[in-house]
């Protein structure tokens, strides 16, 4: 799952919002930093409320990424898409077609769900303003072994960024895969891969109840 499939269900609750963004967030600014399920859930019951619920919406990530990436819906249409992406690339002897098979079904999911409700990416960022930065950061400093100075800045750009509505046009999808390929050394896309994207949006916007029923916490 990407941010919005994982977090659109929490905008009432900000901390357990950025709490199912933190795995993600840790992987684009401090890759060393790993803040495992079984960190955070020795902090569900923290004394400090928002820290509790930033704790609980990172066991809510990991349990969602696990039930996730074992439906046949995800398994057969990352397969499907890493096919299009490999015949649509010039060959080579990387990993780029089977990355992008899985992380296109991931973000396309969440430009599906934008679309149905755009108003929803809205309550979305706004509850991502409410929180914190600086308690965030201090409170997953808590909760790994080794801590992070990058967090803190990490996240009111991501409001300002705001790249998740970028998920429904094709050329600024494009551009944004681009700054992951560059993030992972992985090859830059052509601008020809755009014309692949619509066939990708059809096959998972088809299956997307299938991609959505992971558990929530009790």
């Known amino acids: 799952m990407n941010y919005f499939a994982h977090g659109r269900r929490f905008v009432d ?17 401090d890759r060393r930093v790993r803040v495992r399920e079984r960190y955070a859930a020795q902090h569900v019951a923290a004394d400090d409320p928002r820290v509790a619920s930033l704790a609980r919406g990172i066991v809510q990530h990991h349990r969602d990424d696990a039930w996730f990436h074992e439906t046949r819906a995800f398994t057969e249409l990352s ?31 969440d430009a599906t769900l934008i679309a149905e409700d755009p108003a929803s ?51 600024k999808l494009t551009f ?23 066939g990708v949006r059809r096959e998972v916007t088809a299956r997307r109840d299938e991609l959505l029923a992971p558990p929530e916490l009790p």
């Open 13 to 29: 609750d900000p901390y357990f919002l950025a709490g199912t963004a933190v795995p993600d967030w840790m992987n684009v600014v």
């Open 79 to 109: 397969w499907a898409t890493t096919v299009v992406v490999r015949d649509a690339l010039p060959a080579d002897d990387g990993f780029r077609p089977s990355f992008l098979g899985h992380i296109l079904v991931e973000i396309v999911l």
């Open 121 to 171: 990416l809205e309550r979305y960022y706004e509850a991502m303003q409410a929180v914190d930065p600086t308690l965030i950061e201090s409170a997953i400093n808590q909760m790994v072994p080794h801590g992070t100075e990058r967090l803190a800045s990490m996240i009111p750009l991501f409001s300002r960024e705001r790249f998740l509505s970028d998920y429904l046009d094709d050329e």
């Open 176 to 198: 944004r895969l681009n700054q992951v390929m560059r993030r992972v050394k992985l090859p830059s896309l052509p601008d020809s891969f755009r014309e692949i994207l619509p």
